[in-house]
């Protein structure tokens, strides 16, 4: 299933691209995809890399929603 680590790192054009942004190992950034969270201390540094890049990612795309939700907020 899709969840919104997948929805965040398709934006940034794939795991290698986002943890280059972030700074950190390929692995790292993957596991928070195989985990499909991101931990709350680097929530802010995607966030600042997103803006910084001029992506479309806001703080409500690290709540994710139930399938349902997703369609009634689109």
Not at 30 to 46: A, F, M, T
Not at 53 to 61: K, N, R, S, V
Not at 68 to 73: L, P
Request: aromatic share 6%; charged share 25%; hydrophobic share 40%.
């Amino acid at each position: 299933a899709v969840n919104y680590v997948d929805l965040i790192v398709e934006k940034f054009g794939g795991v290698r691209a986002l943890a280059r942004e972030l700074d950190k190992p390929k692995s790292t950034v993957g596991s928070w995809s195989e985990r499909g969270s991101i931990p709350d201390s680097e929530k802010p540094n995607v966030l600042s890399a997103a803006q910084r890049l001029g992506l479309e990612i806001g703080q409500a795309d690290f709540f994710p929603l139930a399938p349902d939700q997703r369609k009634a907020v689109a």
